[in-house]
């Protein structure tokens, strides 16, 4: 027999969205926070750059709005981007009342704000380079002063425990587990059930997401019967370390906000060639570019050079990348480093209204996993974290105020998604496995797509799920198979999403549909047959 625990509100996912929910809530609520790894082990806590939000004087929602809205390629809603926007002050004012040690200006009194790509102020405020880190272990080390607070660390989600499955009144009661530590199955049983497990980096060869990043929460709300929107939109992070292990470190957009240059292998720059706003134009641009080059040169990576700027403010500005280049032999005051595009942000995910509300009954979604409407068709730099912390507590809200449940809204362009029949396979066909699905997703999904090929990785993926699925859920005793399945169902909803979209918008390029449609629409997947 299982072991069951009963809480008020169960928080999946330990990263600043999670976080967020989890300490905004009030203190009578027992909560519990699942963690697959150890606490600190998210995407949130590799976060370099900042949180974008207006609060020099000089600055106007206004702005953060409008760049907000042009990064996202027309695909925005407005009305999210609003709201949040709005409230980026408040968010950092509960930053700092948690004591997150921002950087400072000169006079030691103002926060320091940088600019980032596709930003037309200095708005983004950050501690050093590690901002994630800061604000992460910030945060999760006032859980402790937070009795109603129980982390579990080492817990791997498996499926969300719904009444009334695939109907109108689907209603969510909790989540079963596999303790990685015991290796026994254990059922959470709450009212109010928050999926904050961030992105689906784990698709791709190369990615600054952490190995914990397997799309969990937004496979499992699928599988619920809550629709997903966006998923096409993978944005690949321009300038990540190209190293001679392998190894994925991500060097930040801010060092093109203070003056880096992308330049060849011969040293002539490039970006001037692409867009008027050379390096500070939105990553989906910058990240083609970076492509194109590469291709051209048949290399593995262009230069990023931040060598003009003095070394003490390098290391003043930028510790963390200084000593991480250095470790792999570039002084980066004197050496531009070598870098290239890796799959970095997931801006779809599970639909949800701003309240965090999903379809489900006592089904909330916030971060990352979240498709809120705030990104569009690519994500405006540093406007993660913010969202993480406003749609968190938009969550414990309405958890706290007990408000009626109204689904997202209805979407007449939404698509229902029916299983594909798989083609037969072959004995000489790779296994289903997390490093085969990582090449296909790579080889057919990346930068630049086409219909053959998303065509060609969707039968794939189909074969290998009816391989994976002759094993029932019941007999999964593994966290590898947990998160292969996870991958394969995010897998087959990005390239569904793919395909349906007939043109190339944001970080959605189709070599098929190479214009933009004169009308931007989301892409909705829903597999119940009531939508």
């Known amino acids: 027999m299982s072991t069951s625990h009963h809480f008020d509100c169960i928080v999946i996912g330990s990263g600043l969205a999670g976080l967020s929910v989890a300490l905004s809530l009030p203190g009578s609520y027992r909560t519990a926070i699942l963690s697959k790894d150890v606490l600190i082990n998210t995407a949130s806590d590799k976060a370099q750059g900042g949180i974008a939000a207006v609060w020099d004087k000089l600055d106007s929602f206004e702005q953060h709005i409008n760049d907000t809205l042009v990064a996202g390629a027309g695909l925005c809603d407005k009305e999210a981007v609003t709201h949040i926007i709005?409230?980026?002050?408040?968010?950092?004012?509960?930053?700092?009342a948690h004591s997150v040690d921002f950087t400072r200006d000169g006079s030691g009194q103002q926060l320091h704000l940088t600019l980032e790509g596709g930003h037309s102020h200095r708005r983004v405020a950050h501690a050093a380079d590690k901002t994630g880190h800061v604000i992460t272990h910030t945060l999760q080390s006032l859980l402790n002063s937070h009795p109603n607070i129980q982390v579990f660390e080492h817990y791997a989600s498996c499926e969300l425990l719904v009444e009334n499955t695939h109907t109108e009144t689907a209603e969510c009661r909790g989540v079963s587990t596999l303790n990685l530590s015991s290796g026994e199955m254990e059922t959470f049983v709450a009212p109010h059930m928050v999926l904050a497990t961030g992105g689906t980096g784990q698709l791709f060869t190369h990615t600054t997401n952490p190995a914990v990043a397997?799309?969990?929460?937004?496979?499992?709300?699928?599988?619920?019967?809550?629709?997903?929107?966006?998923?096409?939109?993978?944005?690949?992070?321009?300038?990540?370390?190209?190293?001679?292990?392998?190894?994925t470190f991500l060097i930040s957009e801010a060092v093109r906000g203070e003056g880096g240059l992308l330049r060849r292998p011969d040293g002539s720059r490039f970006m001037p060639e692409y867009d008027e706003r050379a390096e500070l134009a939105p990553r989906d641009i910058v990240a083609r570019a970076i492509e194109a080059e590469i291709k051209k040169s048949a290399g593995n990576h262009v230069l990023l050079d931040i060598s003009h700027m003095p070394k003490p403010e390098i290391v003043h500005h930028f510790p963390m990348i200084y000593d991480t280049c250095l470790s792999y032999g570039i002084d980066i005051s004197t050496t531009p480093i070598p870098v290239a595009p890796a799959a970095h942000y997931t801006c779809g995910g599970v639909l949800v209204n701003q309240s965090g509300q999903t379809d489900i009954k006592g089904l909330y979604?916030?971060?990352?996993?979240?498709?809120?409407?705030?990104?569009?068709?690519?994500?405006?730099?540093?406007?993660?974290?913010?969202?993480?912390?406003?749609?968190?507590?938009?969550?414990?809200?309405s958890i706290t105020a007990q408000q009626p449940w109204q689904t997202p809204p209805a979407y007449a362009n939404t698509v229902g998604i029916k299983p594909t029949p798989p083609a037969g396979q072959t004995d000489a066909e790779p296994a289903p496995t997390l490093e085969n699905v990582k090449t296909l997703m790579t080889h057919y999904f990346g930068i630049v797509r086409n219909n053959l090929d998303m065509q060609t990785?969707?039968?794939?993926?189909?074969?290998?799920?009816?391989?994976?699925?002759?094993?029932?859920?019941?007999?999964?005793?593994?966290?590898?198979?947990?998160?292969?399945?996870?991958?394969?169902?995010?897998?087959?909803?990005?390239?569904?999403?793919?395909?349906?979209?007939?043109?190339?918008?944001?970080?959605?390029?189709?070599?098929?549909?190479?214009?933009?449609?004169?009308?931007?629409?989301?892409?909705?997947?829903?597999?119940?047959?009531?939508?």
């Open 214 to 247: 397997t799309g969990d929460g937004i496979a499992m709300a699928w599988r619920a019967g809550c629709r997903v929107a966006n998923l096409e939109f993978i944005q690949f992070h321009p300038t990540a370390l190209v190293t001679p292990d392998g190894k």
């Open 86 to 96: 709005e409230n980026s002050p408040d968010a950092i004012k509960w930053l700092l």
């Open 365 to 397: 979604c916030a971060g990352e996993t979240a498709y809120t409407g705030l990104h569009g068709a690519n994500r405006l730099a540093s406007n993660s974290l913010l969202e993480c912390i406003v749609s968190g507590r938009d969550t414990a809200a």
């Open 457 to 531: 990785a969707l039968a794939q993926l189909n074969r290998w799920k009816v391989r994976l699925t002759e094993k029932p859920l019941s007999a999964v005793a593994s966290l590898r198979d947990i998160e292969l399945r996870n991958l394969l169902d995010v897998a087959s909803l990005m390239l569904q999403c793919g395909l349906t979209r007939k043109e190339s918008r944001g970080l959605h390029y189709n070599t098929d549909y190479p214009e933009k449609a004169e009308r931007a629409l989301p892409t909705v997947l829903a597999g119940k047959a009531w939508y």
